[in-house]
């Protein structure tokens, strides 16, 4: 095997502020899905708090698990595991419609 293929992709530290800004933006959305807790939004309850579930768990990813500095490939495969999820969560609801 070549050098070429053994290279590691280095990016750049990431900074202090980064990850304050990161943490504060979890810290806003905890406080907003706790609102949004104590409002009812009727069927569309669970809807709202898995998106804001679905935001704060795309930082996290995007940002802690540095999937931003990854390669194409496990965004892709990022993607696949959230429709499979998506998809499996939806068959869940769809069987609770018909109870």
């Known amino acids: 095997m070549s050098d070429h293929e053994h290279e590691e992709h ?3 530290p990431v900074g202090y502020g980064l990850y304050f800004l990161t943490w504060f933006s979890l810290l806003v959305l905890t406080a907003i899905t706790v609102a949004a807790a104590g409002m009812h939004f009727g069927n569309m ?3 709202v708090a898995l998106l804001i579930a679905l935001v704060k768990a795309s930082i996290v990813l995007w940002l802690f698990m540095h999937l931003k500095y990854e390669e194409t490939i496990f ?3 990022m993607w696949v595991v959230i429709f499979a999820m998506v998809v499996f969560i939806g068959m869940t609801f769809t069987d609770t419609l018909f109870r």
């Open 10 to 12: 280095a990016h750049e």
């Open 45 to 47: 309850s669970v809807v």
């Open 75 to 77: 965004h892709r495969l």
